[in-house]
């Protein structure tokens, strides 16, 4: 027999053992869907419950956690309420034949009570725990009398009002729980109270264990530590001592002798929280560490060894807990890992539909952008059917009754066809009246051709009156197809924002940490939203500075040199009291900065200039720097022109693109009133990230940069804003700037000023080149003063000169330099 090749038989020994495991998977999956039908919706969890808790005590003859359990059960799952009541008898049976007296007692008096008075509230779950309360001091009183037969003491009334009393802060705490318990589709996450609810509910059942025992282990003993130390391994040392305390306290009431549990089952849930991380070994460590800290409050060996036995029970309970099982409690509990994601998982599903929701808005600004450009395409098609209108009512007027109808349009249709064309054109260049050639060859063809021009000089009047309506419609298409079109756009990219996760940095937090600790700066958190190269985004929350600056001066720099990149602070906001905390921005600092001067002059040396300007930093790491000149001057100029610029920084601060913004600003201006006012804009778009610009000229005169001796001209030709009639096509010029370069805008009164120069560009380029200062207010005021004072003092438009100059952007702190590290260039 030869060797079986090993390489075959892998494979089909991993496929059928994943094909196992996979079944295996599916008949666990079965069995505990099959389990929990039979406990949540066949009652049989109420029915146990309802058992433990109608034997359980406190202060060994007080029964205060029936009837509560019974009524919560009756307002939340009425048809179940009768296996709860079984339960609870069966429970009381186990004690004595009054205990089932007095709990099937309380549960009758409760149900006549409740249903005579249910007509006179509205809130049942108010008004319930007053029932139960009023009904357990009556059923007490009542069973105290009868036992005695005789008169009531004061320590009767006493202990009948501390079972109501308890009673009544049970009811509210078991409507809380219940429908943890009972109810299988229930919202995933836990309020803080409802998971303090639960605890009680649990400790609450377990007390109907008191007394039992197995291989004289206690059963409530395990039991306790089971819960202590699954909840510590789930959600960690809070919550953990939490359920050691409350379960503890329960046990104390309901047994004196058990004090001492309480402690036991506290500081085994804060050490197994602790110790949460070890997974289960750690949460189990920790309950025997706190056994032996605390078994030795007993006066032999026995007791130490029977508190291990059932501690060892209690850890053997909890490794045979499915990890399937855990997981799921842990979902519901705030605070934990499994709690975390199931919240992020909704947040992604809301982001995902909101997206979804704000890119079908997009594709349907799209879809209606390519309608009206539709509609624009087929304008050709309709001047030629306006031309045909036209000629149909020329021959309607003149050929319909002429005897050489048939010769002209049935024999020489092209002839005659072209010949009326040719009319037509003449006219419609002015040419009145025709030429010579024309006006020959229309007497030798018609008959009526004096008639004939006529009528085609008056239908001339009416077919361009048609064609301008339609080209006026046409454009207004236009303008809003593009103005669509922007929107997709903005809709588009908002998308897509939205569907940027914020990434999982938890490695990069920690080793920022360390290397700012390593500089003895206390950081008490730290956020890292991006990482890209030229877009971090860092906030962090550290104790109170005093107002010192300690992120822009120290944590800054540091950053600077871990990330390779300058980062500043963008935000900061500091305690006012001294054991605050300060929260501070971090981002990454923009290659470039713009610094900006402005000089202008109102007309006559008036307070109202018609000039605006503006300069619009956007949070897209570019910097608008904007002039409009209104037409003529005084306030009402004043008004187009800085309305103009208002518009603009609206629109360009919600992402439209610029040509598309300066569209819709022209025809909101064309629209909003009759009036020929129309205004000028002068707009230069710069990015911070390199120094490219983007000079958009509308009616404006030119721009000049100023590069060393250089002096670079920048022009367009465009008609000013408002004039809907005439097509409005946006020439964008772009231009690299550099560091150090001055880049000058200015209005045409300031351009135009000096009346006596004939070349207006030669004299302003001169005057840049021989100035011998860069700073931008300082070359805006030489400026001016030159035009006014080659207009010989006057002012004769509104003038305004704005300057910027392009600067790198020099931090105001230098890195830091960290210890270099292999994990830095991983941050990096």
Not at 444 to 466: M, P, S, V, W
Not at 769 to 790: G, H, N, W
């Amino acid at each position: 027999m030869g060797k079986v090749d090993q390489s075959i038989i892998e494979p089909v020994q991993n496929v059928d053992i994943e094909h196992t495991r996979v079944e295996l998977s599916k008949g666990i999956r079965s069995i505990y869907s099959k389990l929990e039908w039979l406990f949540v919706e066949k009652g049989v969890a109420l029915f146990v419950i309802g058992f433990l808790l109608g034997r359980a005590l406190i202060l060994s003859h007080l029964t205060p956690f029936a009837l509560p359990f019974f009524a919560s059960v009756y307002i939340i799952r009425r048809e179940k309420s009768p296996i709860a009541l079984m339960g609870l008898l069966a429970g009381a049976l186990t004690l004595s034949i009054p205990s089932i007296s007095y709990t099937f007692v309380s549960a009758v008096l409760f149900l006549l009570t409740y249903r005579l008075s249910q007509k006179y509230h509205k809130n049942n779950v108010r008004v319930v725990a007053f029932y139960v309360f009023f009904t357990v001091m009556a059923a007490k009183l009542g069973f105290d009398y009868i036992q005695q037969g005789q008169a009531l003491t004061i320590y009767n009334g006493v202990m009948a009002v501390i079972e109501a009393s308890l009673a009544f802060l049970l009811t509210y705490i078991f409507i809380q729980s219940v429908p943890l318990v009972t109810v299988q589709r229930r919202r995933k996450s836990l309020k803080t109270e409802e998971v303090v609810s639960l605890i009680i509910l649990l400790a609450s059942i377990m007390t109907g264990t008191i007394g039992w025992s197995v291989y004289n282990l206690s059963v409530e003993h395990v039991l306790s530590r089971y819960l202590v130390l699954l909840f510590s391994f789930i959600a960690g040392a809070t919550v953990g001592s939490t359920v050691g305390v409350v379960t503890g306290l329960v046990f104390s009431l309901a047994n004196v002798s058990s004090f001492y549990q309480m402690s036991l089952l506290a500081f085994s849930g804060l050490l197994g929280g602790l110790m949460k991380e070890g997974k289960k070994f750690g949460a189990a460590i920790g309950l025997l560490i706190a056994t032996l800290l605390m078994g030795m409050y007993g006066d032999t060996d026995t007791v130490i060894t029977k508190t291990l036995y059932e501690s060892g029970v209690a850890i053997l309970l909890l490794f045979l807990t499915p990890q399937s099982l855990t997981s799921k409690i842990a979902r519901h509990i705030p605070g934990t890992a499994e709690y975390q994601q199931d919240q992020q998982g909704y947040m992604r599903r809301v982001r995902d539909v909101t997206a979804n929701r704000v890119t079908q808005f997009s594709s349907v600004f799209q879809a209606l952008s390519n309608s009206f450009q539709q509609i624009e395409d087929r304008f050709e098609e309709e001047e030629d059917k306006e031309f045909d209108y036209f000629l149909s009512n020329v021959t309607e007027k003149t050929c319909q009754t002429c005897f050489k109808k048939d010769q002209c349009w049935a024999r020489n249709f092209d002839k005659t066809y072209n010949l009326m064309k040719e009319v037509m054109t003449e006219y419609d260049q002015g040419r009145v009246p025709l030429s010579p050639r024309l006006a020959r060859e229309v007497e030798k063809h018609c008959t009526r051709e004096k008639k004939l021009k006529d009528t085609i000089y008056q239908e001339l009047t009416f077919y361009q009156a048609n064609l301008k309506l339609k080209k006026q419609v046409q454009e207004s298409r236009k303008l809003v197809a593009d103005q669509l079109l922007g929107v997709s756009e903005v809709m588009g990219n908002f998308a897509k924002e939205i569907q940027r996760e914020r990434e999982n940095h938890h490695i990069q937090e920690e080793q920022i940490l360390a290397s700012i600790g390593e500089f003895g700066i206390e950081i008490e958190n730290i956020e890292i939203y991006n990482l890209e190269q030229g877009n971090v985004d860092i906030d962090m929350t550290m104790p109170y500075c005093g107002g010192h600056g300690q992120g822009e001066k120290l944590i800054a720099p540091m950053l600077s040199d871990i990330l390779g990149e300058n980062i500043v602070v963008q935000k900061e906001e500091c305690a006012q009291f001294p054991n605050g905390q300060c929260h501070v921005t971090f981002q990454s600092a923009k290659k470039f900065v713009v610094d900006t001067g402005a000089s202008h002059a109102a007309k006559g040396g008036g307070l109202v200039s018609g000039d605006s300007y503006s300069m619009i930093e956007l949070g897209r790491g570019k910097y608008a720097v904007a002039i409009s000149d209104g037409m003529g001057n005084g306030e009402r100029a004043h008004y187009e022109s800085n309305e103009t610029l208002r518009l603009l920084k609206k629109i360009l601060e919600s992402g439209i693109e610029e040509q598309v913004a300066i569209k819709s600003i022209n025809s909101i201006l064309s629209l909003r009133t009759n009036d020929e006012i129309f205004s000028t804009l002068d707009l230069a778009m710069i990015d911070l990230q390199n120094a490219s610009s983007r000079f958009l000229k509308i009616g404006s005169t030119p721009s000049f940069i100023k590069r060393g001796d250089k002096i670079l001209k920048v022009e367009a030709s465009n008609l000013p804003m408002g004039m809907l009639q005439q097509d409005f096509d946006v020439d964008v010029v772009s231009e690299q700037l550099k560091a150090g370069d001055l880049l000058i805008m200015m209005s045409d009164g300031a351009f135009e000023g000096p009346k006596h120069v004939e070349n207006y560009d030669l004299w302003m380029k001169r005057k840049i080149k021989e100035l011998e200062t860069d700073d931008p207010q300082e070359v805006a005021d030489i400026l001016m003063e030159e035009v006014i004072r080659s207009s010989s003092g006057l002012i004769e438009d509104d003038m305004t000169i704005v300057v910027s100059k392009i600067k790198h952007n020099i931090p105001k702190w230098s890195s830091i330099p960290m210890q270099k590290s292999k994990t830095k260039d991983k941050i990096s």
